[in-house]
């Protein structure tokens, strides 16, 4: 599948020479004192007083020389390894609601840890889903284990990639003990290290922070996976015009890049972004708009330009309920992207602009995933796949339903939803009349009903649970 650009060749490469110039000449706050001791270390003009760093055209060029085009996702169970570009596209769920629709009431609350070990189970049945990205944070979790609370119901009930990050680096070296204890050690994590960090360390316009930007070097440093997302909101912090909210995301990207390969050099990254354009009749946050796709699709076109995976925060929704809004905002934004070279898709779950989990819009996200995937894989042209000679066999006027060419193509040629109905509508009337949200309510409440076959056995779960003294339950439970 070829990708949709918006932007001509020489535009890409001017996009990147103004980023060059930002960098050279306005330069970036970078709030953390080791990140500016390395941008000086490297040849960057720092200004410790200010903050300021300045970054000559040469290192920035320099550092690019070793980037690299891949990023692997590694899970606790190594079937689920996901690599992109290869394996694209990758679906991610969003993360980091603080609420949650409660399945029983449909009201919106405060997500918990046993909230998210629901989700957790219930992104590992989901087929459509590659990586788990926790949801939700956990309003019960114990003083001093903010994140813990988080990650242990997620790799107790996943086995597929977990991804997250943490507020401090207390925190994060919890959660890296954690990994050990799992894995059977410190060595063996370091091996193979399954959980995947991520961070905004750049706030736009500009600036590099202080916690995330420690988390970063520490995680990079000793080789774990880690990865940034680019978050400029032109008309808020980045000037309104789309080729503006491009260039100080490039701007931006290519600043912690550098960061990351002086550090590391081949440090695997994710050009990943949320670039998004404020609705400036009420300054209110846009992450459903057209324009948040039309910056994805041109920041993978500047992704490819630097031979990096390319992905972010995409189909995603504004709206409040699995209405119509919801729908054709996730569905348009994720097709958009797909056809611009999308690699990973951050679309899972929530509702009402990152603020809400809702189970039913997850297991809908999970159709319209598979329905990406085969998107992507398209025609599969061959001489075969064309059945001239089925064709000539079956001849004028007849019917192909009983041939047994049929049969074994039923599953593979076509989606076949679970969500979505195709029936008359006496049939629909007939059957209670069930909207798409009832149907995907159904399926998580039919997943969640069965014990979950992938938790930690017993001995692992006591040596978790002796570390961290008053740990939640983390156990997934069903919703009916």
């Not at 189970?359 to 064309?386: C, H, P, Q, T, Y």
């Amino acid at each position: 599948m070829q990708p949709a650009y918006f932007l001509k060749q020489s535009e890409v490469e001017r996009v990147h020479e103004a980023s060059l110039e930002l960098l050279e000449n306005v330069g970036l706050l970078v709030r953390n004192e080791k990140a500016r001791g390395i941008f000086a270390k490297h040849g960057c003009m720092v200004d410790n007083q200010s903050t300021l760093v300045k970054f000559p055209p040469e290192v920035v060029e320099g550092c690019r020389q070793s980037f690299v085009p891949t990023y692997t996702f590694t899970a606790r169970d190594p079937e689920f390894d996901r690599t992109i570009p290869d394996d694209r596209p990758i679906i991610v769920t969003a993360s980091s609601a603080p609420d949650i629709i409660d399945p029983k009431t449909g009201e919106e609350r405060r997500a918990t840890s046993h909230d998210i070990a629901n989700i957790a189970y219930l992104i590992n049945e989901l087929p459509g889903f590659d990586v788990f990205s926790i949801s939700t944070l956990a309003d019960d979790a114990p003083k001093g284990q903010f994140s813990i609370s988080r990650f242990y119901p997620a790799l107790k009930n996943c086995r597929k990639p977990v991804r997250s990050n943490t507020p401090n680096m207390q925190d994060l070296l919890d959660v890296l003990e954690l990994g050990a204890i799992i894995a059977g050690s410190k060595e063996a994590y370091m091996d193979r290290p399954f959980i995947n960090h991520h961070y905004c360390p750049v706030v736009s316009p500009l600036t590099m922070d202080v916690e995330s930007t420690e988390a970063v070097i520490y995680l990079a440093e000793r080789g774990f996976p880690v990865y940034g997302t680019i978050v400029p909101n032109a008309g808020m912090t980045a000037p309104l015009t789309l080729m503006a909210g491009l260039t100080v995301g490039n701007t931006e990207f290519l600043a912690l890049a550098t960061l990351l390969q002086m550090i590391r050099p081949g440090a695997p990254m994710i050009y990943a972004v949320l670039s998004t354009v404020a609705d400036m009749r009420t300054g209110n946050y846009t992450p459903g708009a057209i324009e948040t796709d039309m910056l994805q699709m041109a920041h993978s076109q500047m992704a490819q330009f630097y031979n990096v995976p390319s992905g972010g925060y995409i189909g995603l929704t504004n709206a409040q309920t699995n209405d119509a809004q919801s729908g054709y905002e996730t569905g348009m934004n994720a097709i958009g992207a797909l056809l611009g070279g999308v690699d990973m898709f951050n679309m899972g779950g929530l509702l009402g602009s990152l603020m809400a989990f809702d189970f039913g819009k997850a297991v809908i996200d999970n159709e319209i995933a598979i329905m990406l995937k085969r998107m992507k894989r398209g025609f599969e042209f061959s001489e075969e796949n064309m059945c001239l000679d089925l064709i000539s066999k079956v001849g004028p006027g007849g019917s192909f339903i009983e041939e047994m060419h049929t049969l074994r193509h039923m599953r593979d040629t076509a989606v076949l939803p679970k969500v979505a109905s195709r029936s008359m509508r006496t049939n629909w009337e007939s059957r209670g009349r069930h909207t798409a949200q009832d149907n995907a309510m159904a399926e998580a409440r039919k997943i969640l009903s069965k014990p979950n076959p992938v938790v930690f056995d017993k001995e692992l779960d006591a040596k978790i649970r002796d570390r961290f003294e008053g740990l939640v339950a983390g156990d997934a439970k069903p919703i009916n």
